[in-house]
Every structure is written in structure tokens, then in C-alpha cells.
């Protein structure tokens, strides 16, 4: 299977099956002699990890980060960094139905057609359940940014209808944390936790958006022609599961605006008064914060009886058993800062190589 690495310098690739042994990862480009702090590592992890709230998936996993190789006496040594989380509470008989149905708008026919073979314990390699080592990878790529007074904060601003307003300052990151749904207003996290509930009771799923800035990034990461940031940032996001949409700044409400209304006026210091180019211009940052929101789709798999056909193109139907999460973004956020962070800082490597 192609496509199971990601980045330039910084190069992740992923292993695994949602049902199989364990998910991994080979992460490369690390430099060599950053002291890695792996509790932050694993923080991160169980930010992501299922069966942590009332609204997300009940599998019960530890998710506990096992580094293989690339660190020595808690310091990376600039080889590829190897790490394993084993899969410890699967219930592969929950999917003996979709081993020959496929489930409507999920991977499951493509996955079929296009190899042949899939595995359909819990979708097997199409499963969110990768998505784990993107945290691990992402997870070390942020503490080397922070040391380059680059912070990433990802949160939830909508589920279904019900969204957030307000504007982002850091303090908010808090508020965001303290909260199963991690949305950065104590009181929408109560309408959006009871929603989700309605829609898992209803044996439905709902979709949502994780809105992502970054601060203190300086000007100059990224190429002008195909390889802009943006375009890469894009194509991280959309390469998580359950991904639908990807914009930046203004995104698609730039189309009702005039020029005049959308340029970012410059101040002397060389930053903006506004951010409608959502910090990256040309391809390339400007300094200013980067600001893009990712919107997720309904998780495909309900409890709910629909029509579909089977692997002879018979018409059948089928209905979702076992545990799945009714809403995915409260879990996406470590995910999308993970995946950011690989970006800036396979950028800014790049950068500094010019120099």
C-alpha cells in the first residue's frame, strides 16, 4: 500500500490495523539531542485515546506509547524514532456482519475494490484508529516548536448547527481542556454534550469542526508555487479520517466580500490589521497567526438498519454494531494539532536548510 508516509524532512510513516496486534510509526528528520519529554507524549495520547467521556467511543484502550528506537537516556539521537501502541481491547466480532456488506460512505468498497482484500475488523487500515501514531509523531514535533516560541491550539467551534462565536485568545485553551467536548465556552459544552447524547441515542452520528491557530511562526516557511503552506496544511487535514473540508482565514466567506473589505492592511512593524489571509500569503507565512478550520463529516457507522449491497452487488442491508464514536471532533483535536505541528516544523527545517 502507497501512502503511508507523510512529510520531507520530517517524514512519518504509519503501521497497523485498527484490530491487528498494534499501530505504529517510523518517524524521521528528528534532530539529534532534543530532550524528549514522553509524558507530554503520552498526555497527548490519552487527549486522544477512546473511552475517555460519556460522548466518544467506550473501547477501552490504554494507549500506552512504547518508543523502540531513536531515543537514548531521554534525548533523541537524530535516527528514525520507532514507537508501538498495542491494540488491547478489540471485539472483532461486532463487524462479522461488514465482512461481506459494505457500510454506506464508509472505506469499505473502495478498500475492496481497489485491493482486493480488506481487513473488516473495525475497518482495519482505513480505521481513525491510525490516527494514533500521527498523535505520537505530532505530539514531539510540538515540543520542538515550543522551544521556538511556536504554539499550536486546536479546539472544537461547532457540532451540527451549534457553534462558536467568539475569538480566540490562549487563555481559552483552558477552557477548551476542561471540557468533554473541548469547545472553549463552558456553557455550549453542555449544548453540544447533549446533543451528541440525543444523536447517539438516536443511533445516529453528527458532524462538526476543529478550528486550529498557530502564533509565533515566523515570516517566510513555505514554497510560492506547489508546495505552499497552506496547500500542505490542506493536504495534512485532509488526510485525517472523517475529513470533509479545509479552509484558511476567510475561507469560503471570502466570496461574499469585496477586495477592499478583504486585504490585510499592512501596519510599520510588517504585521496586518486584519487576518483574512489566515496568516500565510502567497504560499508563504506572513508572520501573523495561522488560522484554517477543518470541518468532519458524520461518522458513517450507525445503529441503524440502512440498504447497501454485499460483495456480489446484491442488494442487502446492514446496521453498525459495536462502539463508535457518535461525534468525532472532541478526540480530533490532539489530531490536528499533531498533523499541524509535523507541517511547521518540516517547513521550518526546510527553511533554516537555506540558510
Not at 491487528?20 to 503520552?42: R, S, T, Y
Not at 471485539?91 to 461488514?98: F, G, I, L, P
Not at 501573523?288 to 450507525?302: E, G, L, Q, S
Request: glycine share 12%; proline share 4%.
Amino acid at each position: 500500500m502507497a501512502g503511508s508516509s507523510f512529510g520531507n524532512l520530517v517524514r512519518l510513516t504509519t503501521f497497523g490495523e485498527s484490530h491487528g496486534k498494534a499501530i505504529g510509526g517510523i518517524l524521521e528528520g528528528i534532530p539529534a539531542g532534543f530532550p524528549l519529554d514522553l509524558n507530554e507524549v503520552q498526555k497527548d495520547l490519552n487527549r486522544r485515546r477512546p473511552g475517555q467521556s460519556a460522548i466518544v467511543t467506550q473501547r477501552k484502550e490504554p494507549d500506552q506509547l512504547q518508543i523502540l528506537s531513536g531515543v537514548f537516556e531521554g534525548k533523541t539521537l537524530g535516527t528514525p524514532i520507532g514507537f508501538l501502541i498495542e491494540n488491547e481491547d478489540q471485539k472483532s466480532r461486532d463487524y462479522d456482519e461488514m465482512q461481506q456488506a459494505f457500510r454506506p460512505s464508509h472505506a469499505d468498497f473502495t478498500y475492496q475494490q481497489k485491493y482486493g482484500i480488506r481487513d473488516h475488523r473495525g475497518g482495519g487500515r482505513s480505521s481513525a484508529r491510525e490516527t494514533v501514531s500521527r498523535v505520537v509523531a505530532g505530539s514531539i514535533a510540538k515540543q520542538i516548536l515550543q522551544t521556538k516560541g511556536i504554539r499550536i491550539d486546536a479546539f472544537v467551534d461547532q457540532v451540527g448547527m451549534l457553534k462558536w462565536e467568539g475569538e480566540w485568545k490562549s487563555e481559552l485553551k483552558e477552557v477548551s481542556e476542561s471540557n468533554i467536548v473541548r469547545v472553549p465556552s463552558a456553557d455550549l459544552a453542555l449544548k453540544m454534550e447533549e446533543l451528541i447524547k440525543e444523536v447517539r441515542k438516536e443511533g445516529d452520528t453528527i458532524g462538526g469542526a476543529v478550528r486550529c491557530v498557530i502564533s509565533g511562526v515566523r515570516v517566510g516557511l513555505g514554497e510560492p508555487v506547489f508546495d505552499k503552506l497552506h496547500a500542505e496544511l490542506g493536504k495534512a487535514m485532509l488526510s485525517i479520517n472523517a475529513v470533509k473540508g479545509f479552509e484558511i482565514g476567510s475561507g469560503f466567506g471570502s466570496i461574499s466580500m469585496k477586495g477592499s473589505e478583504h486585504n490585510d492592511l499592512f501596519t510599520t512593524d510588517g504585521r496586518t490589521k486584519t487576518n483574512y489571509s489566515g496568516g500565510i500569503q502567497g504560499g508563504i507565512s506572513n508572520g501573523m497567526p495561522i488560522d484554517f478550520r477543518v470541518a468532519f463529516k458524520p461518522v458513517a457507522t450507525i445503529m441503524q438498519p440502512q440498504e447497501t449491497i454485499n460483495e456480489s452487488f446484491e442488494a442487502t442491508e446492514i446496521k453498525g454494531k459495536g462502539r463508535h464514536d457518535p461525534c468525532v471532533v472532541p478526540r480530533a483535536v490532539p489530531i490536528v494539532e499533531a498533523m499541524a505541528a509535523l507541517v511547521i516544523l518540516d517547513y521550518l527545517l526546510i527553511q533554516e536548510a537555506y540558510q
